[in-house]
């Protein structure tokens, strides 16, 4: 956590997986284009930025791009050091970060690149419990007061004084809890989304549990959600839907109560209750320095590019969401200030 990128071997498993996938065919190829790309972050956005890569080695083989997944507040670090030219990111800058990026005199643009939902699991041999889950109950869960739970049903008596439960009261089982570190974008996600609010009411920090099973690595966290027959996890809906067969969603209920699964149209309609946007942020000034980096960008903002959300399991977005996009990259000149 906060490393540098392992750009040396991840750039070469980076170029051999490109490579592979471009050997059936390539469009119109500029062997002039040359260059360096340097792109950490997120390991939800990666995968996305990998299918990018891809294409782009079609067109500009000789440009090296290395891309490597510690967690979002991780690739922020690096990208507020100036350190890389691209941050993937799985929530919004935060302030800490934007003043981290202002200081050190880092400009910046924001570009949406796809819509994703976070997946609340547990393993599919779990029969014991509810299928649908409300904030209250994912609180009594895994929030802040929910400490040496190690069996659902002593999460009982606080979701009792929460109220607005769908699952509670919960069955005599063991809880053991996976989930992504404090590093990770999914992790900040879950807590702004779910915790903060019922924390806040409640006067306790805005946070997780801290004694469960945390992982940088989403499919660390898929195994540990497999493990155990009534688990409890989550993680970003693309690394459900990969693994279906190993794991089962909870439907979520929202504020109007309804229990709605995580699906690629309920994620892009926001109806299910824990969606949220995800970026890459690009360094201005290298941007404008780097033609590889201008081309790349042009790409991923592209229909094409833009398409490669739902070939790694994400939500695309919508025509008005790409156009955005597309038009606050066309427009860059002057643009993505810290203080903006």
């Known amino acids: ?15 051999v997986l490109v490579a592979a996938a471009s050997a059936c065919g390539r469009a119109a190829v500029d062997d002039g284009l040359t260059g360096n790309i340097v792109i950490s972050g997120s390991s939800t956005v990666e995968p996305i930025s990998i299918g990018v890569a891809e294409r782009f080695y079609d067109v500009a083989p000789n440009v090296n791009i ?63 419990t509810s299928d649908c889950l409300s904030f209250s109950d994912i609180y009594a869960l895994v929030g802040p007061e929910s400490q040496g739970f190690n069996n659902w049903s002593a999460a009982n008596s606080l979701a009792e004084q929460l109220g607005n439960t769908k699952a509670a009261p919960f069955p005599n089982a063991p809880l053991a809890v996976t989930g992504p ?17 019922l924390a806040e009411a409640r006067g306790h920090e805005a946070q997780s549990r801290p004694d469960y099973q945390a992982s940088g690595d989403d499919n660390v966290i898929v195994q540990g959600i497999q493990g155990s027959d009534t688990s409890f996890g989550w993680v970003g809906y693309a690394f459900y839907d990969a693994s279906r067969d190993r794991l089962k969603a909870f439907r979520v209920a929202g504020e109007d109560g309804a229990c709605v699964a995580p699906t690629p149209e309920t994620i892009a309609d926001n109806s299910y209750p824990i969606s949220r946007p995800l970026f890459i942020y690009v360094n201005l000034e290298r941007l404008e320095a780097n033609p590889a980096l201008q081309e790349f960008v042009a790409l991923y903002v592209s229909d094409d590019g833009l398409a490669t959300a739902t070939e790694a399991g994400y939500v695309e977005l ?16 002057g643009t993505g200030s810290a203080d903006e």
Request: charged share 25%; net charge negative; aromatic share 6%.
């Open 1 to 15: 956590m906060g490393n540098p990128p392992r750009s040396g071997r991840l750039l070469a498993a980076t170029l």
């Open 181 to 197: 570190g404090e590093e990770s974008g999914t992790y900040d996600s879950f807590i702004e989304l779910v915790i903060e609010d």
């Open 318 to 333: 919508n025509d008005e969401e790409a156009r955005a996009t597309a038009e606050a990259f066309e427009a860059r000149a």
């Open 66 to 128: 290395a891309i490597d997944g510690p967690g979002t507040g991780d690739g922020f670090e690096l990208f507020c050091r100036g350190d890389i030219d691209i941050s993937n990111a799985s929530r919004a800058i935060s302030q800490p970060e934007i003043a981290a990026c202002e200081q050190a005199g880092i400009t910046y643009l924001e570009l949406k690149v796809a819509n994703d939902g976070i997946a609340v699991l547990t393993s599919p041999r779990n029969e014991r």
